[in-house]
T-cell receptor, first 112, second 115 residues
Framework: AQSVTQLGSHVSVSEGALVLLRCNYSSSVPPYLFWYVQYPNQGLQLLLKYTSAATLVKGINGFEAEFKKSETSFHLTKPSAHMSDAAEYFCAVSHNTDKLIFGTGTRLQVFP | DAGITQSPRHKVTETGTPVTLRCHQTENHRYMYWYRQDPGHGLRLIHYSYGVKDTDKGEVSDGYSVSRSKTEDFLLTLESATSSQTSVYFC??????????????FGPGTRLLVL
């Protein structure tokens, strides 16, 4: 069965600092992996997705994620945090006809 | 932004009453989904639809039913609401479910409080 684990339900960084949100997946077959962002009182918006075309995936708002099969990870990074990045971030996994399985989310706080 | 609306956006109801939430899309996507979002659980799939009158259960379907009589509308019904169904409900759509790489697009959510 597929699953994702997001390490750290809350992450706090200073404005301008590196953002690193962790996601590890479990899948018996090559997965498709997604990062979604949820701003307060809004729905989820796709940040980026991995579909096996390239291991380093660039998304919107300066975020990127690297698929590492040996570590079963798909961590989300951004070199320099902005105040507007404060939100909740969800990692999700699927494959073939399976449904999308979400992690429990990581809330990112950005301090001035 | 994907054309997805949910109604109502907020609802307060009492235990034992029926509740229907509506999702409407203007994208003509085949697949529609209902999720609930709860702290510590992320999003969990309740039901999904792969066409008009074609629906199937998700991970947490007990206590919920769905209907889809038109491509654009997907209804979620709580036959007899319970306090455990207090949650934020999200509708999502996708063009396909045949390949796991398809992106799902989400509506703005409905916040439901069952007293």
């Amino acid at each position: 069965a597929q699953s994702v684990t997001q390490l750290g339900s809350h992450v706090s960084v200073s404005e301008g600092a590196l953002v690193l949100l962790r996601c590890n997946y479990s899948s018996s077959v090559p997965p498709y992996l997604f990062w979604y962002v949820q701003y307060p009182n809004q729905g989820l918006q796709l940040l980026l997705k991995y579909t096996s075309a390239a291991t380093l995936v660039k998304g919107i708002n300066g975020f990127e994620a690297e698929f590492k099969k040996s570590e079963t990870s798909f961590h989300l990074t951004k070199p320099s945090a902005h105040m507007s990045d404060a939100a909740e971030y969800f990692c999700a996994v699927s494959h073939n006809t399976d449904k999308l399985i979400f992690g429990t989310g990581t809330r990112l706080q950005v301090f001035p | 932004d994907a054309g997805i609306t949910q109604s109502p956006r907020h609802k307060v109801t009492e235990t034992g009453t029926p509740v229907t939430l509506r999702c409407h899309q203007t994208e003509n996507h085949r697949y529609m989904y209902w999720y609930r979002q709860d702290p510590g659980h992320g999003l969990r799939l309740i039901h999904y639809s792969y066409g008009v009158k074609d629906t199937d259960k998700g991970e947490v379907s007990d206590g919920y039913s769905v209907s889809r009589s038109k491509t654009e509308d997907f209804l979620l019904t709580l036959e007899s609401a319970t306090s455990s169904q207090t949650s934020v409900y999200f509708c999502a759509i996708s063009e396909s479910m045949d390949r796991g790489e398809e992106t799902q697009y989400f509506g703005p959510g409905t916040r439901l409080l069952v007293l």
